[in-house]
């Protein structure tokens, strides 16, 4: 179960009822942050889910408004208790950046290991994988993924039939073959057939590429920008490299996802709403996105919505 939460949906430069885009996932008790601009600590406050039991941050790119955030962030998290490491991902450029903003926060009680990364790459982080792709900005730039795999269901009552006592159970539902009365019992005899896992993407600050859908595919949530709603901005929308709501929403539909949540909002855009029609119309399950927007992403048989 993935618990997420939109920390904040601007572009460019917060607004008074508007943090800059960021997007809080948890799972258990780690933490997990894509993007942090300038203010983003303050918003995470406000959400109430703490500081301490973040360990990871990706950063989509360098420009401000998803990096300057950072050092305030950073001692909050240390100031909250926490001890232990803490990761930043991020592409070709990010330790030279987060070393130039930690000048003013020098002294942390926890060690800051930072991974550049060039897109293709899969991390561990709580037992998901996170994977990123190269996407189409200004300056390099990443979309990044969190898959949640599932594991099969164990059988009790093929295992009683097998006379396989119960110690031996932990192994089989870990996949691991056990030894039993002089014969290898594989976990296959145990074990239903594969289930679907859980896939989260978060893309921000690119123009569509042709490999987008394939790295979103079947996203249970999809995380896009929509800077501008209007169509009538598809030029700009071209040069500052950034999609429109329908871009985002014809991206969702050729990736399968089953929802997307709208966000970095352009700051002409004083009501997004306005132009929602301009998403739905191409995939309807489409949500505009605002500070502090929750959800949950569970297993199918867990989901009461399926």
Known sequence: MLDIALVGTAGAFPLP??????????????????????GT???????GWGFKALDTICLSHLHADHAAGLP????????????????IFGPTGTEAAVRGLRAVAPVLPYEVVIQELNGGETM????????????????????????????????????????????????????????????????????????????????????????LPS????ADLLVSEGTYGDPADAERAVE?????????????????????WLTHFSAKLTQPADYLPH?????????????????TLSFADEDPNG
Request: charged fraction near 20%; proline fraction near 5%.
């Open 17 to 38: 009822n508007r943090w800059l885009s960021a997007l809080l996932v948890r799972l258990g008790t780690r933490m997990l942050l894509f993007d942090c601009g300038e």
């Open 41 to 47: 600590q303050i918003s995470m406050r406000r959400l």
């Open 72 to 87: 305030g962030l950073l001692l909050t998290v240390g100031n909250a208790g926490r001890s232990e490491p803490l990761t």
């Open 124 to 211: 561990s982080w709580a037992g998901a994988q996170l994977g990123c792709l190269a996407v189409d900005h200004a300056l390099p730039c990443l979309a990044y993924r969190v898959d949640l795999s599932r594991a099969r269901r164990f059988d009790p009552a093929r295992a009683r039939a097998l006379g396989l006592p119960v110690p031996l159970w932990k192994g089989l539902q870990h996949g691991d073959a056990v030894e039993w009365q002089g014969r290898s019992v594989a976990a296959d005899e145990v074990l239903g057939p594969d289930r679907r896992g859980l896939r989260l993407a978060y893309v921000t600050d690119t123009r569509p590429t042709s490999e």
């Open 215 to 218: 790295f979103l595919a079947e």
């Open 240 to 260: 500052n490299k950034h999609m429109l709501f329908g871009e985002a929403a014809m991206l969702a539909r050729a990736a399968g996802a089953k929802r997307l």
């Open 279 to 295: 998403a739905t119309a191409v995939f309807p399950p489409t949500v505009i996105g605002h500070d502090h927007l929750t959800g």
